[in-house]
């Protein structure tokens, strides 16, 4: 083989070695974000998250202002339909719980007059949502599984598990590569 066949050769071994090691690459989560109903207590927060197997030590950063602040209103089954046809209507997520659906509305349509008009002609109440931040381990890198952060699997059993919970409405997963 030639001098150019050889580094041919070797680039293309290496370019295969590197395909193969991001593959193997797994998705690690450093934390969870959580939306909680109004008014639910860092108490509440602290034991809600108590009865999950969250594998690792973790902080809680409760009512963070790391995500934006969302409102929701809880509507009857029966009466979203109504709701979607209202010209004014706008919502951001859906949620459904139990027999009636939780709607997200982003900051932005909070002051919005017609939306508030809206809500007040088919009384409905406006109310914000406790956001909170849980941050596996201290939150210092690099990340090592198990210490300060979890995979990405496990991440989202606990999400699952935890969105089944009345009080929480949302569960949002911070995700690093790595």
């Known amino acids: 083989m030639n001098k150019i066949s050889k580094v041919v050769v070797v680039f293309i071994a290496l370019l295969t070695f590197l395909a193969l090691m991001m593959q193997s690459q797994e998705v690690k989560t450093p934390g969870l974000l959580i939306q909680f109903e109004n008014e639910t207590s860092e108490a509440e927060v602290k034991a809600i998250l108590e009865n999950y197997d969250i594998p690792v030590n973790y902080t809680i950063d409760y009512n963070s202002n790391i995500g934006r602040g969302m409102y929701y209103i809880e509507v009857d089954e029966d009466k979203i339909y109504e709701l ?41 109440q406006l109310k914000k949502a406790v956001v909170c931040y849980i941050q596996f381990g201290d939150g210092s890198a690099p990340w090592v599984v198990g210490e300060n952060c979890i995979l990405e699997r496990d991440a989202i059993r606990i999400k699952n598990e935890l969105e089944t919970n009345e009080k929480v409405l949302i569960v949002g997963l911070d995700d690093i590569v790595g």
Do not use: C, H, Q
């Open 84 to 124: 979607r046809k209202d010209e004014n209507w706008t919502s951001v997520v859906e949620i459904k719980k139990g027999n009636y659906n939780i709607i997200m509305l982003s900051e932005e349509f909070v002051p919005d007059e017609n939306v508030l008009a809206m809500l007040e002609k088919n009384n409905l």
